[in-house]
């Protein structure tokens, strides 16, 4: 008897264009209240339940986003990119929503299987010819990476974010 390993399929993907401001945007649960988490400044993931929040360089004026639901963990990328993160975040509504300081909450018609604990998987690339991009973690100014082959992507954007999000099981107890 052989066990299988579940495939991944890729349940439904939203693409769209958010302008992050005070150097942050958000995929946030709709149904619960937000606030700036309180998180460490060194990350480029700033996270609390029902929240997750990107730090970006002072230089994106516009992101363009692409959000993708899984049936489990998605294939890895061999693409590069100039960074990456990987967050677990409880959806307790599981309607989601882009966020950002100045512009409130916008609905994402992203289909997710249930409320509950979700990771995510954070990848993003800056526009090579609107750099250079300095990083936005506290005590951090260097120049940051910027490779090659997502022109398309970026679509003219300043900054192209790929978020990946997945259920994962719940606590599970031993006997």
Not at 115 to 141: D, E, H, K, V
Request: proline share 9%; glycine share 8%.
């Amino acid at each position: 008897m052989t066990c299988e390993v579940p495939l991944s399929r890729l349940l439904d993907a939203f693409e769209t264009v958010v302008s992050p401001s005070y150097r942050v945007f958000g995929l946030v649960d709709a149904g619960v209240d937000t606030h700036a988490p309180h998180a460490d400044r060194a990350n480029w993931l700033l996270s609390a339940p029902g929240m997750v929040y990107l730090q970006v360089p002072p230089q994106v004026i516009r992101a363009s986003v692409r959000l993708e639901s899984w049936s489990t963990v998605p294939p890895a990328s061999d693409a590069q990119w100039s960074g990456a993160e990987d967050v677990e975040v409880e959806l307790p509504g599981g309607d989601l929503a882009l966020e950002t300081i100045d512009g409130g909450q916008r609905e994402v018609p992203l289909i997710l299987p249930s409320s509950g604990l979700y990771r995510m998987r954070w990848q993003w690339i800056f526009n090579r010819t609107g750099g250079p991009f300095t990083s936005p973690l506290a005590g951090c100014r260097e120049p940051l990476p910027m490779p090659s082959g997502h022109e398309e992507k970026l679509n003219g954007a300043d900054q192209y974010c790929l978020v990946q999000i997945w259920r994962t099981a719940a606590n599970e107890e031993t006997e």
